[in-house]
């Protein structure tokens, strides 16, 4: 599932795209949970709107327009949001308009935007359907946004032990908790863990406050190194520009079970907490 990264990532690949450009048709899949607006209703708002800013919130992206409102987009497990010619093996077809010698889009491809100055134009590719669009009238909030605790990016770590203290969960779950600290997910949370020297099994209580200042630091710090390598292309995740993410290529635990740790040469363990996998050093991590 995409994670902080790889949605900041395509934010700031996409909104040079987009920002000023005006909507000048919308083609929408048949109706599905894909759509928290109905296909019909959003495209017809859509159309002949001017794109103002493209902004995260966590792992949510907020398109807005000018007349106020906003579209909601999600990429969930499988989502794909892609410029039209972007070329990559994660696609199952080249996702181009027929002019530029390459077929159109497939049956995953729920939503798609031309703009009035012409291509590139945007597509929303999802073969699970766990993304979501959702349009906004001015003002309106949405519960998933309302209950994001602050940004992963600026992570405090006086804030997480505050948190923890009421919490009989592992300092795994409690780094999952959105509310806590909005964009971490499963890579990152393992490989901060990591960095930290503490192991993911460990109750929240049971972290010291000195141990939550280095944790905060080093969930940013690895946060912000897969910015800038462009996110993590484990499974299905692309960059609009069609180019896979290289922070897997940097991981030290996370879906490395029984390989050598690069510290101390223990292999890496994997657990489940919470129904999640998580992947830990049992030497590093106490």
């Known amino acids: 599932m995409p994670e902080l990264p790889e949605v900041e990532v395509t934010r700031r690949l996409l909104a040079p795209n987009l920002v000023g450009r005006r909507i000048e048709s919308v083609r929408c899949g048949p109706p599905s949970y894909f759509f928290l607006t109905p296909p019909r209703r959003l495209a017809t708002a859509l159309t002949g ?17 000018d007349d106020e409102r906003s579209v909601l987009l999600h990429l969930g497990m499988t989502g794909q949001l892609f410029m039209a010619g972007a070329v990559s093996p994660r696609l199952m077809t080249l996702a181009n ?132 390598t462009g996110g993590s292309s484990i499974s299905d995740f692309i960059a609009p520009d069609g180019k896979d993410g290289q922070f897997q290529n940097e991981r030290q635990v996370y879906a490395r079970e029984g390989e050598a740790c690069g510290v101390c040469r223990t292999s890496i363990v994997r657990i489940v907490i919470g129904q999640r996998s998580s992947h830990y050093c049992p030497s590093c991590q106490r």
């Open 97 to 228: 308009h027929a002019e530029a010698g390459a077929p159109g889009p497939d049956r995953h491809t729920h939503l798609e935007l031309e703009f009035a100055d012409g291509p590139p134009g945007l597509r929303f590719r999802d073969v699970r359907k766990f993304g979501k669009v959702r349009l906004l009238a001015p003002g309106q909030g949405d519960a998933r946004l309302d209950k994001l605790g602050p940004d992963a990016l600026s992570a405090d770590g006086e804030l997480l032990f505050e948190a923890s203290r009421q919490r009989s969960v592992p300092v795994k779950t409690l780094l999952l908790d959105q509310g806590v600290l909005a964009g971490v997910g499963n890579i990152y949370a393992d490989e901060a863990l990591f960095m930290s020297h503490i192991r993911p099994t460990r109750g929240a209580r049971r972290v010291t406050r000195k141990e939550y200042l280095l944790l905060a630091e080093n969930v940013q710090r690895v946060l912000r190194r897969s910015i800038e």
């Open 49 to 65: 709107r001017e794109i103002r800013a493209l902004e995260r919130r966590g792992k949510y992206l907020l398109m807005a327009l």
